[in-house]
């Protein structure tokens, strides 16, 4: 299975990420650290998912929406800050991406999958897992994407790279 827009779709993620300057996110909503953190922790259960397809066993996938923000604060603290996770970020998507080239055949093995987007997108069935990654792709990762566009304008364009 091809990665290229997996690929295509976290770099403009990761980019935005060093672009820095975050402001306050608005009230209920996730912080830069927090959205980035969550995608660390899918970018794990995408994988986990990704190679019981690939050995042919059993798995459901249940997406992270739901995680609790106290969750992803130790996730923040873990890897010292929004630095620390882009780091991991780029290391989890390579993850990912380098077994979905792997699925071959495979990808649309079917998994029971649960997703919550919004009130956009929910899914309760199984589903051909590479459908379930192309909502990763083109549902999910541009998602995070504008909330961290919408937190950079928060804070003023003001750019402080990550490194």
């Given at each position: ?20 300057g ?33 050995v ?24 010292g800050?929004?630095?620390g996770?882009?780091?991991?970020l ?9 077994l ?43 998602k995070?994407l ?17 490194r």
């Amino acid at each position: 299975m091809d990665s290229g827009g997996l690929r295509r779709a976290y770099e403009e993620l990761l980019a935005e990420v060093a672009a820095g300057g975050f402001g306050p996110p608005p009230a209920g909503h996730l912080s830069a650290e927090q959205i980035v953190a969550h995608l660390v922790a899918n970018d794990e259960l995408m994988s986990e998912a990704t190679e019981a397809v690939l050995v042919g066993s059993p798995f459901a996938y249940y997406d992270l929406e739901s995680v609790h923000r106290g969750e992803l604060d130790a996730l923040v603290v873990e890897y010292g800050g929004l630095a620390g996770l882009a780091v991991r970020l780029r290391a989890t998507s390579g993850g990912l991406c380098a077994l979905v080239e792997r699925l071959g055949p495979t990808a649309d093995t079917p998994v029971e999958t649960h997703l919550r987007e919004g009130f956009d997108l929910r899914v309760d069935e199984p589903l051909p897992w590479s459908r379930t990654l192309d909502l990763h792709t083109r549902v999910h990762l541009p998602k995070h994407l504008a909330q961290l566009r919408m937190l950079r304008a928060a804070g003023g364009g003001v750019v402080a790279p990550v490194r």
